[in-house]
């Protein structure tokens, strides 16, 4: 799938917001399930769980982030966000959109990955 910065890039400092976007590729049946989460990876530590959101727009969010980050599905079908507030040099990472899409045999029941967008928070 396709990943982007809103204008602004992905460099800001402490206290600072960044929304990232991704938009899931190819053509999606309108009766299979998209699954959608975000993935982060920082230097020298291994890759973590940040959130998910649902076809049905539930969330999920690990604690470290929970009350900054918002995932929300968009507009646009297949796209979602995740708007990322009050970051911190912690938050410093390369960040991934996963894509999951089943709910029937005619749904591809693939998993894919962005190839990732650096965001970087300076103190």
């Known amino acids: 799938q396709v990943q982007w910065v809103e204008p602004g890039g992905g460099s800001v400092r402490a206290g600072g917001s960044v929304r990232l976007s991704c938009a899931a590729s190819?053509?999606?049946?309108?009766?299979?399930?998209?699954?959608m989460s975000w993935y982060r990876q920082a230097p020298g530590q291994e890759r973590e769980f940040v959130s998910a959101?649902?076809?049905?727009?539930?969330?999920t969010y690990a604690d470290s982030v929970k009350g900054r980050f918002t995932a929300s599905r968009g507009n646009v079908k297949n796209t979602a966000y995740l708007q990322m507030n009050s970051l911190t040099p912690e938050d410093t990472a390369i960040y991934y959109c996963?894509?999951?899409?089943?709910?029937?045999?005619?749904?591809?029941?693939?998993?894919?990955w962005g190839h990732g967008i650096q965001v970087t928070v300076s103190s």
């Open positions: 959101i649902n076809s049905d727009g539930s969330t």
């Open positions: 190819g053509t999606i049946s309108d009766s299979c399930v998209l699954d």
């Open positions: 996963q894509t999951f899409v089943h709910g029937g045999w005619w749904c591809s029941g693939k998993t894919t």
